[in-house]
C-alpha cells in the first residue's frame, strides 16, 4: 500500500445511521460528501469502514454510500436466512432511502456479482458499472463455484482461521506479500479475525452458489462498464478480460501494477484515479447529450 500501513486502517463505525429492512434485520450505512452518487459495495471478506481508507481522494469530488451487507458488520441480518438477490433488493432500498435515483455503482470481487444483477435488473438505476477484481467469469459459473467451495471448506474445517491462510496468498500480491512479510501478514488477519464470524461469511458464500454466471446476460448490460484489475489477481488473466470486454457493451479495463484481487488495497491511488476518471468522463457525456437534446428540442 502507498498511503496506509497494515494494521491502521480506520475500521471503526463512526455513526449509526440504519435503515430497516422488511421482515426485520437493519443496514448500517455511511452517506458523506456532494457531487455524482457512488455506492461501493462490500465483498464478502470487508465491512464498511474499510473503504474510508481508500477513497479520501473520491470523496472530494464525489457523494460516497457504503454499508455493511445486511449480515455483515454492524448489520443486523433479521429472522429468515439472507438469498443472494436480498443483497440485490437492498441496494434498491438504500438508494430509494437516501434518494438516489441513479448511481455509479462499484463492487470488488464477490459483489461483483450484486453489482451485475442490480444493473441487469435496475439499468435505470445505474449511470455507470466498476467491477473491481470481479468474482465471476464472463465464460459461465463452474470456475467460481469450485473456488466458492474450497473457501466454504476451509471455513468449516479450520474457521475464520483457516479460511484467511487460503484466502491471504490467493488475493494479494507477490510484490506486497514478499515486502509486507510477517508484519502485514498478521495486521490483516487480525482485522478479518476480529471483524467477520463463521456464521455471516458461510450464508453469503451459501447465497452466491444460487447464482449463475451466463455469458449471454452480460451483453444485457446497458450501464458504462469499467473493469479494473491487479496484474496479480488470481482469477482473471488477461485473456479472461479480453472475453468480458468483448461481451460488455460500452466497457474499458484498467490494470494496476503490482496489485492484486483486491487492488484498491495495493495502489489506492490508482484505484481512486481510475473511478475519478471514469465517472468524470460518464458525467462529461451525459451533460453533452442532455444539451444536445435541448438544442435539439
Request: charged share 20%; proline share 5%; net charge negative.
Amino acid at each position: 500500500m502507498t498511503d496506509q500501513q497494515f494494521g491502521q486502517l480506520d475500521v471503526r463505525y463512526l455513526n449509526h445511521s440504519a435503515l430497516a429492512l422488511p421482515g426485520g434485520g437493519e443496514l448500517y450505512y455511511e452517506d458523506s460528501g456532494e457531487g455524482p452518487a457512488v455506492t461501493l459495495l462490500n465483498n464478502f471478506y470487508i465491512v464498511s469502514p474499510i473503504w474510508r481508507n481508500f477513497t479520501t481522494a473520491l470523496a472530494d469530488d464525489f457523494r460516497l454510500v457504503h454499508y455493511d451487507l445486511r449480515n455483515q458488520g454492524a448489520s443486523n441480518p433479521g429472522p429468515e436466512p439472507v438469498k443472494f438477490m436480498d443483497h440485490v433488493e437492498d441496494v434498491r432500498r438504500l438508494l430509494d432511502h437516501l434518494g438516489i435515483e441513479k448511481t455509479y455503482l462499484v463492487g470488488t470481487s464477490i459483489s461483483t456479482l450484486i453489482a451485475r444483477e442490480f444493473a441487469l435488473k435496475y439499468p435505470e438505476r445505474v449511470a455507470g458499472l466498476v467491477l473491481v477484481g470481479p468474482a465471476f467469469s464472463p465464460n459461465g459459473t463452474l470456475r467460481r463455484k469450485l473456488v466458492s467451495r474450497s473457501w466454504l471448506a476451509s471455513l468449516e474445517s479450520g474457521g475464520t482461521q483457516q479460511l484467511f491462510g487460503h484466502l491471504y496468498p490467493l488475493v494479494f500480491p507477490d510484490q506486497m506479500i514478499h515486502e509486507g512479510g510477517t508484519a502485514a501478514y498478521l495486521a490483516l488477519k487480525d482485522n478479518f479475525l476480529s471483524l467477520l464470524s463463521v456464521g455471516s461469511i458461510r450464508e453469503n458464500l451459501l447465497a452466491s452458489l444460487e447464482i449463475e454466471d451466463d455469458p449471454e446476460e452480460l451483453a444485457r448490460l446497458a450501464a458504462p462498464t469499467l473493469i479494473i484489475n491487479g496484474d496479480g489477481d488470481f482469477a482473471w488473466s488477461e485473456s479472461v478480460i479480453e472475453d468480458a470486454l468483448a461481451r460488455i457493451p460500452d466497457s474499458r479495463a484498467v490494470t494496476l501494477k503490482h496489485a492484486g484481487h483486491v487492488p484498491f488495497f495495493d495502489d489506492p491511488q490508482g484505484f481512486q484515479t481510475a473511478v475519478s476518471e471514469f465517472v468524470h468522463e460518464l458525467e462529461a457525456r451525459h451533460a453533452a447529450e442532455t444539451a444536445t437534446a435541448v438544442t435539439g428540442a
